[in-house]
């Protein structure tokens, strides 16, 4: 082994080939243990030094194999909830090949829930059975921000791009004056108030950043160095009463120390001090940024990715993810300018991937959206009468086989996002995850549509559960209806089924069990308002959904 440390550390001026070493990816990822694997066109014997801080005090952990162009090393012994700098290399007796130093977390002992939270309803009919968190009302969305700033006990790291309410700096105000730190950076610009900031100034500090662009991030990071109290917020939405109440958002927490820690390092880099009060001097916004944080998190069983713009390469990893597409990608954004992010909707497209999207800058300039229909693909500009502020993709929902992923955060599919906007974006890796956005998708998808064939050309499946559109099994009519329905079931006869019916917000109005039926049904939906409201119809094994326009 000495002849082998002398080997590695007797050639450093043999330049360090960094573009050698490929492909490098860390999996297998829990509380003492994780791999990193990468190919080399270099023979000889692989290896990574590693430790806690840049000096890779730790030392050398070897495959000590040779004449091999794929590698594969396991570190263990490491704790959870904890971040490694690791550097692989790759000797042959005369040259060290060194890869690039990465950052890398272990899993934590936290729970990894993970809580999702929509502002403007769903379409609970394409649920394989997982329901948000909360799925409507802005006041909902705030009350839990709040109520999440009042179960802090030791700190709370905000970066939100705009905030005009009051109510919540009243919380953070509390938070302070009871002992928890509390440290805000703001956008710094004419495009936001901030207006709940001011008029009194708060009794926490409160940075502006990133004057030059936009401090664009949405994130809350509570009680980081806990296992079980530390959560991360983010999303799409400000804090501001249009964000939401009034326009289309979506917001998601996570309680997982690690990925709180690795928010708390991008926090700092941004605030240049890991005290209570920030530091000008140090403070780095913008393309000042360095990619410092570890990127890949093992939360509750799912891989979650995290990148920070625009220091991260999200467009990359944006990218990806499309291409990553094996049956469906569905997507809501409010700017979409990227080129390679259309050219890869192009593709996906051109190889028959099923593609949805809903779209509100459509007149941006560079805008992707004439360019995408015209190649296409199936995207709709955005007709509602107050902003779609998403910015969200999901990939295969309809193939739980396959890796269903959901892409969200801050960021736009733009320049200013990738390039010189401070941005977060979250990759979730999950069946559950992705279904849930996709009951947020179908119902923005279907009132753009007006409710007219606006049905999905694919199955949604869980383990147990499928939903279909089927005219042969279940025959519902008259529809319109005045609220009398009858529903056919002859295909189903002496079936068992249950009954349900929501509005258009997914709420569940009424529910009804048929142990024996006939074959047809009639009932009353009860309600006195005209709208959209749906039907679930299931056995055992299957769910029909069905849209019924009420006129009253």
């Known amino acids: 082994m000495k002849q082998f440390l002398f080997l590695i550390f007797a050639f450093p001026s043999f330049l360090i080939a960094q573009k050698?070493?490929?492909?490098?990816?860390?999996?297998?990822?829990?509380?003492?243990?994780?791999?990193?694997?990468?190919?080399?066109?270099?023979?000889?014997?692989?290896?990574?030094?590693?430790?806690?801080?840049?000096?890779?005090?730790?030392?050398?952990?070897?495959?000590?194999?040779?004449?091999?162009?794929?590698?594969?090393?396991?570190?263990?012994?490491?704790?959870?909830?904890?971040?490694?700098?690791?550097?692989?290399?790759?000797?042959?007796?005369?040259?060290?090949?060194?890869?690039?130093?990465?950052?890398?977390?272990?899993?934590?002992?936290?729970?990894?829930?993970?809580?999702?939270?929509?502002?403007?309803?769903?379409?609970?009919?394409?649920?394989?059975?997982?329901?948000p968190y909360i799925s409507t009302g802005g006041g909902n969305i705030e009350n839990e921000i709040i109520r999440m700033i009042n179960q802090a006990t030791t700190t709370i790291d905000i970066c939100v791009y705009n905030n005009t309410r009051s109510g919540i700096v009243t919380a953070l105000n509390n938070a302070s004056n009871n002992g928890v730190q509390v440290r805000y950076i703001a956008n710094s610009g004419s495009l936001t108030s901030n207006a709940a900031l001011s008029n009194p100034s708060p009794s926490f500090p409160v940075l502006y950043a990133n004057a030059a662009d936009l401090m664009h991030n949405k994130f809350m990071i509570v009680d980081a160095a806990s296992v079980n109290s530390s959560w991360?917020?983010?999303?799409?939405?400000?804090?501001?009463?249009?964000?939401?109440?009034?326009?289309?958002?979506?917001?998601?927490?996570?309680?997982?120390?690690?990925?709180?820690?690795?928010?708390?390092?991008?926090?700092?880099?941004?605030?240049?001090?890991?005290?209570?009060?920030?530091?000008?001097?140090?403070?780095?916004?913008?393309?000042?940024k360095t990619n410092n944080t570890p990127h890949t998190f093992n939360i509750g069983g799912r891989t979650v990715e995290s990148y920070f713009s625009p220091s991260d390469n999200t467009t990359d990893e944006i990218e990806t993810s499309f291409y990553s597409a094996n049956n469906d990608i569905e997507f809501c954004i409010l700017s979409y300018t990227r080129n390679e992010l259309g050219t890869a909707m192009r593709n996906e497209h051109s190889a028959g991937t099923l593609e949805h999207g809903i779209m509100e800058n459509i007149n941006d300039l560079g805008s992707e959206y004439a360019w995408l229909t015209g190649q296409g693909v199936n995207l709709l500009a955005d007709n509602h009468t107050t902003t779609l502020h998403h910015k969200y993709a999901i990939v295969d929902a309809g193939a739980i086989h396959s890796d269903p992923l959901v892409v969200t955060g801050s960021h736009n599919w733009t320049t200013a996002a990738e390039e010189r906007n401070d941005e977060n974006t979250l990759i979730i890796h999950d069946a559950d995850i992705a279904n849930l956005y996709l009951q947020e998708f179908t119902a923005r998808w279907c009132e753009v549509k007006n409710n007219i064939n606006c049905t999905l050309p694919f199955t949604v499946y869980s383990e147990?559960?499928?939903?279909?559109?089927?005219?042969?099994?279940?025959?519902?009519?008259?529809?319109?209806?005045?609220?009398?329905?009858?529903?056919?079931?002859?295909?189903?006869?002496?079936?068992?089924?249950t009954i349900k019916v929501y509005n258009s917000t997914g709420e569940l109005l009424q529910s009804r069990v048929l142990k024996e039926q006939n074959g047809t049904y009639s009932f009353d939906l009860g309600v006195d308002i005209s709208g959209i409201y749906f039907l679930s119809i299931q056995t055992e094994t299957k769910i029909w959904r069905k849209s019924v326009a009420v006129i009253r």
């Open 20 to 131: 050698e070493i490929l492909n490098l990816e860390q999996t297998e990822i829990e509380k003492q243990r994780f791999k990193l694997s990468w190919e080399c066109r270099l023979n000889g014997a692989a290896g990574v030094q590693y430790g806690l801080t840049r000096d890779l005090e730790i030392g050398i952990q070897s495959t000590r194999k040779k004449g091999v162009l794929k590698h594969e090393v396991q570190l263990n012994n490491l704790e959870a909830a904890t971040f490694y700098y690791v550097r692989p290399f790759m000797a042959n007796g005369v040259d060290t090949l060194w890869g690039t130093l990465g950052y890398y977390s272990t899993q934590s002992n936290s729970t990894g829930e993970i809580r999702v939270l929509f502002n403007q309803g769903i379409d609970p009919l394409y649920s394989n059975g997982s329901v």
């Open 232 to 288: 991360v917020w983010t999303g799409s939405c400000n804090w501001t009463y249009t964000d939401m109440y009034t326009n289309y958002n979506n917001s998601i927490a996570i309680q997982d120390q690690a990925l709180a820690q690795a928010y708390v390092l991008e926090f700092e880099e941004m605030w240049g001090s890991s005290t209570a009060n920030f530091d000008l001097i140090t403070s780095k916004a913008g393309a000042q």
């Open 464 to 497: 147990v559960h499928r939903v279909e559109e089927s005219e042969e099994a279940v025959t519902v009519y008259p529809n319109p209806t005045n609220g009398l329905l009858t529903l056919d079931f002859q295909d189903l006869l002496g079936a068992a089924l």
